[in-house]
C-alpha cells in the first residue's frame, strides 16, 4: 500500500511540475493583465503589427515589411497541439484560394526541430509559396506577441494593421472567411 501511495504522491508531483513548466515555457506571467494585453492589441489595430525578421525552415531570411500589401495572416502553433493540426488543411485551402494575396506565417513553438520535420511530412503541402513556416526556439516571437494558447492567430490587413485575432481552431476554408478576406483585399466576392 505505502508503494501505492508513493507513486501516487509522485505522478501528482510530476503533473504539478509539467503545468508550471507548460506555464513557464509559453510565458505566461501572472502580474500580466488583460488590460495590459487589450492596449497591445489596440495599438497593434491603431499602429500596425511590429515589424518582424525570421528565418524560414530552408534558412531564408525575411521581414513581415516586405508582406505588405497582402493579408497576412501569423499563425502560432506547435505539433504536439491536437487544435494546431486541425486547422491545417482549412487554412493551407485558404491561402492557395487567394494564389499569392494571402501571405501565411506559421509560427511554431516546438521544442524540437525533429518535432516539426515530422509534422512537415504530414502536411506536405505546408511548403507552399506563400507559406513560411518558422520555428521559433526561443518563444521570442511567441513573448512579442503575447501569445497564451496554441493555436493563436492574427489576422493583418494589406497595411499589417491588426483586424482580427483568434484563440482556437476554426474552420478557414467556408464561404464566410473567403468573403472576409475578400473584403480585406477590397476585392468583391467571386
Known amino acids: 500500500m505505502k508503494q ?3 507513486a501516487i504522491i509522485v505522478v501528482v508531483i510530476i503533473a504539478i511540475i509539467g503545468v508550471w513548466g507548460f506555464n513557464h515555457w509559453m510565458g505566461s506571467r501572472v502580474e500580466e493583465t488583460g488590460a495590459n494585453n487589450y492596449s497591445v492589441l489596440e495599438r497593434m489595430e491603431k499602429e500596425g503589427v511590429p515589424n518582424f525578421e525570421a528565418k524560414d525552415l ?11 500589401g497582402k493579408v497576412v495572416i501569423l499563425n502560432f502553433w506547435a505539433s504536439w497541439c491536437g487544435p494546431c493540426i486541425e486547422e491545417v488543411p482549412s487554412l493551407i485551402k485558404l491561402v492557395k484560394e487567394f494564389k499569392g494575396d494571402v501571405q501565411l506565417i506559421a509560427i511554431s513553438g516546438d521544442s524540437l526541430r525533429e518535432d516539426i520535420d515530422v509534422f512537415m511530412k504530414s502536411f506536405p503541402e505546408m511548403k507552399g509559396e506563400n507559406i513560411k513556416i518558422v520555428w521559433d526556439q526561443d518563444r521570442s516571437l511567441m513573448k512579442q506577441f503575447q501569445v497564451a494558447r496554441l493555436p493563436e492567430s492574427m489576422v493583418l490587413g494589406k497595411d499589417q494593421k491588426l483586424v482580427k485575432k483568434i484563440v482556437g481552431t476554426i474552420d478557414w476554408y467556408n464561404k464566410d472567411s473567403i468573403a472576409y478576406v475578400n473584403s480585406l483585399l477590397g476585392k468583391s466576392a467571386q
Do not use: A, C, P, R
Open 4 to 6: 501505492h501511495l508513493k
Open 58 to 68: 530552408e534558412g531564408q531570411s525575411f521581414d513581415l515589411k516586405s508582406m505588405e
